[in-house]
């Protein structure tokens, strides 16, 4: 009688009948399955949390891959998962909580290095210049506001004072600091950008529209509100201003309105429109303290052009320094 086709002849190196050797792919693909079903969550999450592997290897991972076993499955990409459990389900693996560092904010000294009494009465003495600026500045608001526009103009000439005062008597004692310029830049912000416009407004309100002094004032307002913050963002540089300042623009309306020049109401918001524009230009203008050292000829001529006729002297002088800034401008352009 034949043998049945899976009644094979048993060898010496079996270790089971030959005629059971087809189940060996079924029990050993059930074992690979279940392998399969396994996650390397542990090592990952070993690996960027420190949590302990969670899922060993399998204990024969080390053996060459059957054929029907893991092999496929890498091939085909796919990962092992986490055995389920028909009742349970998947077992969840708990991510470790992340704690956020607390963020410890430490207060920045108003007056940096080292804090003797005598330093803290200079710091406090260059302080003190400021706010004065600023309460000049408010005065002259409210002395604008009752009509006394040429008392107002001088209290702004003061401000220009203290303001130039301060920074001098900061860099002379060694006191300069970061919140020293805050607060500088907020008393000019009060003085230059508020005060002045409002001088400008009542020497205007009489003579022109309105309308047309209220937005020339809102004009100066603007330009010298962008003047200022440019200022605090921009890197400093040593000869010239990028801009005419407010200090020089507040200057300037206060003595056209001391002076009092004899131009048309027209010019004059003309003109107040224009030195508000340079205020936020990109024009270089020269500094203080390089017209300073300008030969002593220089400053002999408006000297006694002064003592012919303020008023014209007065024009001159600030148109020429308002002309100096494109002249500066197209001649650095031609050098590049």
């Given at each position: 009688?034949p043998?049945a086709?899976?009644?094979r002849?048993?060898?010496?190196?079996?270790?089971r009948?030959?005629g059971?050797?087809w189940?060996?792919p079924?029990?050993?693909s059930?074992?690979?399955?279940?392998?399969?079903?396994l996650?390397?969550?542990?090592?990952r999450?070993?690996?960027?949390?420190?949590?302990?592997?969670?899922?060993p290897?399998?204990?024969?991972?080390?053996?060459?891959?059957?054929?029907?076993?893991?092999?496929?499955?890498?091939r085909?990409?796919?990962?092992?998962v986490?055995?389920?459990?028909?009742?349970?389900?998947?077992?969840?693996?708990?991510?470790?909580p992340?704690v956020?560092?607390?963020s410890?904010?430490?207060?920045?000294?108003?007056?940096?290095?080292?804090?003797?009494?005598?330093?803290?009465?200079?710091?406090a003495?260059?302080?003190?210049?400021?706010?004065a600026s600023?309460?000049?500045?408010?005065?002259?608001?409210?002395?604008?506001?009752?009509?006394?526009?040429?008392?107002?103009?001088?209290?702004?000439?003061?401000?220009?004072?203290f303001?130039?005062?301060?920074?001098?008597?900061?860099?002379?004692?060694?006191?300069?600091?970061?919140?020293?310029?805050?607060?500088?830049?907020?008393?000019?912000?009060?003085?230059?950008?508020?005060?002045?416009?409002?001088?400008?407004?009542a020497?205007l309100?009489g003579?022109?529209?309105?309308?047309?002094?209220?937005?020339?004032?809102?004009?100066?307002?603007?330009?010298?509100?962008?003047?200022?913050?440019?200022?605090?963002?921009?890197?400093?540089?040593?000869?010239?201003?990028s801009?005419?300042p407010?200090?020089?623009a507040a200057?300037?309306?206060?003595?056209?309105?001391?002076?009092?020049?004899?131009?048309?109401?027209?010019?004059q918001?003309?003109?107040?429109?224009?030195?508000?524009?340079?205020m936020v230009?990109?024009?270089?203008?020269?500094?203080l303290?390089?017209?300073?050292?300008?030969?002593?000829?220089?400053?002999?001529?408006?000297?006694?052009g002064a003592?012919?006729?303020?008023?014209?002297?007065?024009?001159?002088?600030?148109?020429?320094?308002?002309?100096?800034?494109?002249?500066?401008?197209?001649r650095?352009?031609?050098?590049?």
């Open positions: 009688m043998r086709p899976w009644r002849r048993r060898t010496t190196d079996s270790p009948p030959a059971r050797n189940t060996g079924l029990r050993r059930g074992t690979l399955a279940r392998q399969v079903l996650v390397r969550v542990g090592r999450d070993t690996e960027l949390h420190g949590v302990p592997d969670l899922y290897e399998p204990r024969y991972a080390d053996r060459p891959r059957r054929r029907y076993g893991l092999r496929r499955f890498q085909a990409g796919i990962e092992r986490a055995p389920i459990s028909p009742a349970v389900g998947p077992t969840p693996v708990t991510p470790t992340v956020a560092e607390e410890t904010t430490t207060s920045v000294p108003l007056l940096p290095g080292v804090r003797t009494p005598a330093r803290r009465m200079k710091f003495l260059v302080n003190a210049c400021t706010l600023l309460l000049l500045g408010i005065n002259a608001i409210f002395v604008a506001m009752q009509g006394n526009v040429r008392l107002a103009a001088f209290l702004l000439i003061a401000c220009v004072a303001d130039g005062l301060d920074g001098a008597l900061a860099r002379k004692l060694g006191v300069s600091s970061p919140f020293g310029a805050q607060m500088d830049s907020l008393a000019d912000m009060c003085s230059f950008g508020l005060a002045a416009p409002v001088v400008v407004y020497s309100a003579e022109v529209p309105t309308a047309a002094a209220a937005v020339a004032a809102a004009l100066v307002a603007a330009c010298a509100a962008i003047r200022l913050a440019r200022f605090n963002v921009s890197p400093s540089d040593g000869r010239f201003f801009g005419v407010t200090t020089m200057a300037v309306l206060a003595l056209m309105v001391v002076i009092g020049l004899p131009v048309p109401g027209a010019v918001i003309a003109g107040v429109a224009l030195l508000a524009f340079t230009s990109s024009f270089p203008y020269a500094k303290a390089r017209l300073v050292k300008l030969p002593p000829w220089v400053w002999l001529v408006p000297v006694v003592l012919v006729d303020v008023r014209l002297t007065f024009g001159l002088i600030v148109v020429g320094y308002l002309v100096s800034g494109p002249v500066l401008w197209l650095q352009r031609r050098t590049i």
